[in-house]
């Protein structure tokens, strides 16, 4: 299952943020989806600041969009520490990893 957040920009855009995936080589910035642009690199922090949550219903058509991709989902409200240090901890993993 992937940990997902799902957020509401003023223009009613939905974006989902996933708090434990890591985007860059340090895990400063978590992975993220939208419609338009599709995967990304986020700053949950600020994004948390600069948008509102998404209800069930307007993040339903992002989530059957991520589904259809092969995501198994578990939407929740808020990360915790924990999310973030795990992304933090993926990162450090990726970057020692032999490619």
């Known amino acids: 299952m992937t ?3 799902f957020r509401k920009w003023a223009d009613a855009d939905v974006i989902a943020l996933f708090p434990e995936l890591p985007a860059d080589i340090d895990g400063t910035f978590c992975d ?9 690199g986020a700053d949950y922090h600020g994004v948390i ?3 509102m949550p998404a209800s069930a219903m307007e993040a339903s058509r ?3 969009e991520l589904e259809m991709i092969g995501y198994q989902l578990r ?3 808020r990360a ?4 973030h240090e795990r992304r933090r901890e993926l990162a450090t993993a990726n970057r020692q990893t032999p490619a």
């Open 62 to 64: 992002l989530a059957k």
């Open 3 to 5: 940990i997902v957040v």
């Open 80 to 83: 915790t520490w924990r999310h």
């Open 49 to 51: 600041e600069n948008s």
């Open 75 to 77: 939407p929740i409200r």
């Open 32 to 40: 993220a989806y939208e419609h338009v642009g599709q995967h990304g």
